[in-house]
């Protein structure tokens, strides 16, 4: 530390540091070997380094400081060095995803595509199919007839015979054309026949019940679906049981309503109804044709309709059955009464 002394001709040394001058003696603390070879060295090579003992232990502060500064900058190296290769895995995993990314969409692409063609297909074979109807177990013509044509005229004579049960007389002429399914073997082919108009077809399936009493009773008439047609129907009938078992609610099963599957075939839909039991409609046959039982329960109960028209009106007139009686009163009383009407 600084004296405050004059300097004069005594020995005096300047800090290397703060560049102060300090007296040899007593001020320097620095032996005369000690000075001595600090004169020999700024003699020999035109400097000399001495610090006073204030900037020596402010050096040793700023040595400590370094040091731990040097030790945090290590750890940054270290954390940079990481950091670096993370952002090389992250880059890396960046490019990976870039390239699944344009996989999945091409392969979306092609899956819209794909899609695209096979409803183009779908709706064409619908397209086809649309005014055809499809006979199944219809006895296939003996061996007696060999060529394809006796064998295929034939199947258009009974079709012919078919539509006479139906008292669609003029139907054959609405015929274009028809052919069996498949290889011949042990069983009978379905017969798909091609008629001209879709108004035919539905009036054909119209009138399909009425060959229930005839010697055409076991065949079943149906619209000629594509597989995605049925395929669609059969999901139907399962949500529709899927629903029945797991979304009625107490309110739904006391209106006593149900999930069921309507509408003719090709053209069914999925809708809450009430669930009225018993016969409504020409149902399902199997194969999807009519179903015979149920068109004997509607024959006997026309024929049952017909036993019970009444003669015995007062006017003498056939009186339909239920006329009279729906609001708790005979006919009689209607004839007695009619201002009651």
Known sequence: MACHKPFGKEAAIQCVICGLWVHHKPCSAVS?????????????????????????????GITQKVKAVEKELEVIKTDVKANKEGVKNVENTVEELKKLVEKNRLDIEESVKAVERRMGSEWREREIRRKNIVIHRLPEPGPELR??????????????????????????????????????????????????????????????????????GEISLVPDMTPMQRKEEEELRIEADRKNAEELNENDRAKNLKWAVVGPKGEKRLIKTVDRGGYRGRGRAPMGGFNRMEEQRLLDRRSLNQEQWRPESASGRRTPPGRGQRRGRDSSEEEMNPAKR
């Open 147 to 216: 060529t394809a044509e006796e064998r295929r005229n034939h199947d258009l004579s009974t079709c012919g015979r078919i539509f006479q049960k139906m008292g669609l007389n003029y139907m054959a002429d609405e015929t274009k054309a028809c052919r069996r399914l498949g290889e011949r073997g042990n069983e009978d082919r379905p017969l798909i026949v091609v008629l001209r108009s879709e108004e035919s077809k539905r009036k054909i399936l119209e009138k399909a019940w009425k060959l229930a009493e005839t010697e055409f």
């Open 32 to 60: 005369e070997e000690g000075f001595k070879y600090l004169e020999d060295m700024m003699k020999a090579t035109g400097a000399a380094y001495w610090a006073c003992r204030s900037c020596v232990a402010y050096s040793q």
